[in-house]
């Protein structure tokens, strides 16, 4: 079976290559300076680096052709700008099930290879850069590379992590597509002309095993993350409920939610002396979350808060789509909880950033599948002020400093007795809780342009 789908990617390259030459002469006599193409073979809307890179390129005069997938809105101002063109690429179908779920790979990475080239080739026009992502690495690392080179653009490589590592989840280390994966990953990311990556550890990594020169691009919040006002918090609040009745009142105030009331005497809002403490977390419901240790966790604040009257009632909300949702929404259904809410739903990239902004405590269970990258959910929280506990994994301590700007656990017993310890005599003052908001400061003062300017610009 191996041999078969080694000889049809063959077959495949050999055809788009061929499409790549016959369209080379007509780039060669286009002009792509003051063009960029951001390539995400994924969600645009679910990525929010890559639109991140689009947004400063739009500030510093670029025109910008974005290429990924639909789904989820895009940001608003992307959408709204003249200089920026988003190309949906459509799904691939889904033919093989089962046994067969190999041949399911391989399709999907026929329809990917081929839909992007079409779009890079005949939609997109000649431009000075090209920026991808990886992961996913197959194909469109080898794609990009084949565009730039006869483009004659540059090929920028942006490591978020390794993509056969995430493969490796579903299919197991020793896997042959998984080793594949990783050679194929190595080949093309070392021929970039500039890459960047998101930790110093994976720096090092891809110059010690790969061979790869790459600079550190930390993720930074956009100006859109940071403490939401008490009027913008009482709105939030508000249009949620409409839809999720773990934020309406229990009273007949119809200015009222279950955090916040609107006073019509003194046109003023006040938050509630009887609220939650409002804890959020956000996922893409994937293998590298388990969720099972935040459950355990709320089951052991539940229990704890049941005999204590300083542990206030709790409100969870977890943000995101993914494919094991519909799983975890089960088990949660399951549980017998009097002192905890749970709430999953899904929100607009603003009105995300505005209930970050409103939260009490961010919970990340990002666990990398290399090891090597950070969560970019926790970048949000911190930019919005929100003090985290997280996951400890390797090199999660070059974004959260235990016991300075949040708490680090290690399992689901743990994280409850953190919670507990920032949630106890909420909402009275919290030395821990105010001391961490207060040490986030300096990082909510240098945001994503700023560093961008300093290690992107210069290479285009």
């Known amino acids: 079976m191996l041999g078969v789908i080694a000889f049809s990617v063959f077959v495949l390259f050999t055809f788009l290559f061929s499409i790549l030459l016959l369209a080379a002469l007509k780039w060669r006599e286009e002009d792509g300076k003051g063009r960029v193409a ?44 003249s200089n920026v063109k988003i190309h949906y690429l459509s799904e691939p179908f889904q033919f093989f099930t089962g046994s067969l779920k190999h041949f399911q790979f391989l399709f999907k990475v026929l329809h990917q290879s081929f839909t992007l080239i079409w779009t890079l080739v005949f939609q997109v026009n000649k431009c000075s850069c090209i920026i991808t992502q990886t992961p996913p690495a197959i194909p469109t690392l080898c794609i990009v590379w084949m565009v730039c080179r006869l ?8 490591w978020h992590n390794y993509g056969y590592t995430l493969l490796a989840l579903a299919l197991g280390n020793d896997h042959t597509l998984v080793s594949i994966s990783k050679k194929f990953e190595a080949l093309f990311g070392y021929m970039a002309d500039s890459s960047y990556c998101v930790t110093q550890a994976m720096k090092k990594d891809l110059m010690t095993n790969w061979r790869v020169t790459s600079k550190v691009l930390y993720d930074r919040p956009t100006e859109k993350f940071r403490p939401s006002s008490l009027k913008e918090q009482h709105e939030l609040f508000m249009k949620i409920g409409q839809s999720y009745p773990e934020f309406k009142s229990s009273d007949s105030n119809p200015h009222s939610t279950v955090f916040t009331t609107y006073d019509t ?10 609220r939650p403490f409002l804890i959020i977390s956000s996922t893409s419901w994937t ?18 808060a049941s ?10 909300v977890i943000t995101g789509k993914g494919p094991l949702k519909e ?62 506990c997280a996951l400890q994994f390797y090199c999660i301590d070059e974004l959260v400093k235990h016991d300075q700007n949040g708490l680090l656990f290690s399992d689901g017993h743990n994280l409850s007795n953190q919670i507990q310890e920032l ?38």
């Open 265 to 274: 005497a003194d046109d003023l809002v006040h938050l509630r002396n009887d």
């Open 307 to 316: 005999g204590e009257e300083s542990l206030p009632c709790l409100l969870c």
């Open 287 to 304: 293998e590298d979350e388990d969720f099972s240790i935040l459950l355990t966790a709320l089951e052991g604040y539940d229990e704890a």
């Open 151 to 158: 483009k004659g653009s540059k090929m920028l490589v942006d």
């Open 327 to 388: 799983y975890y929404e089960g088990l949660i259904k399951t549980k017998n909880l009097t002192k905890v809410k749970i709430c999953t739903l899904w929100l607009t990239s603003e009105d995300y950033s505005l209930l970050l902004g409103s939260a009490n405590l961010g919970v990340s269970l990002h666990k990398s599948s290399s090891g090597l990258d950070l969560p970019m959910k926790i970048v949000d929280m911190f930019g919005s002020g929100l003090p985290v």
């Open 38 to 81: 951001v390539v995400v073979l994924g969600d645009i809307g679910r990525s929010p680096r890559m639109q991140y890179h689009a947004l400063s390129l739009c500030r510093e005069g670029y025109s910008v052709d974005i290429v990924g997938y639909g789904g989820s809105a895009p940001l608003k101002e992307l959408v709204d700008s």
């Open 423 to 460: 949630a106890v005599n909420f909402p009275a003052f919290n030395g821990k809780l105010s001391k961490f908001k207060e040490n986030l400061k300096p990082f909510q003062s240098l945001r994503w342009d700023h560093f961008w300017k300093i290690h992107v610009l210069p290479a285009l």
